[in-house]
Nanobody, 123 residues
Framework: QLQASGGGLVQPRGSLRLSCAAS????????MGWFRQAPGKQRVLVAD???????NYADAVKGRFTISRDNAKNTVYLQMNSLKPEDTAVYYC???????????????????WGRGTLVTVSS
């Protein structure tokens, strides 16, 4: 499973760090990323990172957010600085991974989603 944490309420121009850890019967873990969904809007990519460390950012967060990962811990991070009210959203972690089901069946998917964590930027 993917377990996201670190959301909360922060004032404009503040910072937050999100974490997402992959756990369970995982045998491969490739690109990991963060998406967000604001009220009444579609879910959109914020940033993603390959296993080798190549990053990709949405224009709206370039220069303010930094994505990183620790492959030994199967964890991806999103450091969010200079937060704006328009960054308010539920943030979701997604990973391309392979895992075994309870009966030992291997599953490979590029669309494994974690539960979201709410980030609210408000004074």
């Amino acid at each position: 499973q993917l377990q996201a944490s670190g959301g909360g309420l922060v004032q404009p121009r503040g910072s937050l760090r999100l974490s997402c850890a992959a756990s369970g019967r995982i045998f491969s873990l490739d690109t990991m990323g963060w998406f967000r969904q604001a009220p009444g809007k579609q879910r959109v990519l914020v940033a993603d990172i390959t296993r080798g460390g190549t990053t990709n950012y949405a224009d709206a967060v370039k220069g303010r957010f930094t994505i990183s990962r620790d492959n030994a811990k199967n964890t991806v991070y999103l450091q969010m600085n200079s937060l704006k009210p328009e960054d308010t959203a539920v943030y979701y972690c997604k990973a391309a991974l392979g895992y075994y089901t309870e009966d030992g069946t291997p599953i490979v998917t590029s669309e494994y989603w974690g539960r979201g964590t709410l980030v609210t930027v408000s004074s």
